[in-house]
């Protein structure tokens, strides 16, 4: 008898529970179980926040700070700064497989598309008549005058980094790093693909340590 009782009293509970739980309301949880785990009592990163006078919950960094390790490249996006660029900074990474690969990975899924596989401007897009076609790494002219083969390190990284016309800025996609990288593999493809490195080259052999970037600039 008392089981029975026990039984009925339980059945009862859940058939309680199962009614307040569901709500009409789609907008409306109903009634939830421990909701501190499904909703946490911070504010959410893109929400509004009233401690603070601009509303922002994720706040900008203060004015003038500087993220660790970051690189700076002192070099503005005009012609001027084009041609500064390409006259003093040199890559500073070191040419070896590794770097050289990497370059060719990202330039893959950064560039590929409008470039071609092979940098002679006939990437997807443009192939389907979408974009009108890059100049040929090897073969082409810069629209800022001279040869697109001739085209030096500091040139490339500032194409890559502001882009120019139609190209768009890539600075926020690619890491410093990874633009020297890509830097690398274009000239294989100014050269029409020959790999800058011999296959007995000693620079192919270098460690990991060397190939962090010390200074980009000057
Ligand atoms: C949306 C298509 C597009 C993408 C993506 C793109 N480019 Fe370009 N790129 C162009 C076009 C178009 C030009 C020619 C712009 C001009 O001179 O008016 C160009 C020009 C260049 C030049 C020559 C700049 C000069 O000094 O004349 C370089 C170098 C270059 N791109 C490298 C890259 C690299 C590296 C990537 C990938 C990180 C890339 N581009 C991604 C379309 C693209």
């Not at 009782?5 to 509970?13: D, K, V």
């Not at 990474?93 to 060719?104: F, P, T, W, Y």
């Not at 340590?209 to 010390?214: A, G, Q, R």
């Amino acid at each position: 008898m008392k089981n029975t009782i026990a039984i009925l009293c339980a059945g009862a509970a859940s058939v309680m529970m199962l009614a307040t739980s569901c709500s009409k309301d789609p907008k409306k949880p109903g009634l939830e179980y421990m909701p501190d785990m499904y909703r946490s009592p911070s504010y959410e990163v893109y929400s509004a926040n009233p401690n603070f006078s601009d509303s922002l919950t994720m706040q900008h960094p203060v004015d003038g700070t500087v993220p660790r390790n970051y690189t700076f490249f002192h070099y503005p996006a005009t012609n001027e700064g084009y041609e500064a660029a390409g006259r003093d900074v040199k890559n500073p990474l070191v040419l070896n497989k590794e770097n050289l690969a990497e370059g060719k990975r990202q330039y893959e899924i950064f560039c590929v598309h409008c470039h071609g596989s092979t940098g002679q401007g006939d990437g997807s897009i443009v192939a389907i008549g979408k974009f009108p076609p890059p100049p040929s790494y090897s073969k082409g002219n810069s629209s800022r005058g001279g040869l697109m083969k001739d085209l030096t390190d500091g040139k490339i990284f500032h194409t890559i980094t502001y882009g120019i016309n139609l190209m768009g800025a890539h600075a926020a996609q690619i890491a410093p790093e990874d633009r020297w990288r890509i830097v690398m593999y274009i000239h294989q493809l100014q050269n029409d693909g020959a790999s800058p490195i011999g296959s007995d080259s000693t620079t192919a052999t270098a460690t990991k340590d060397s190939s962090k970037v010390t200074a980009l600039a000057k």
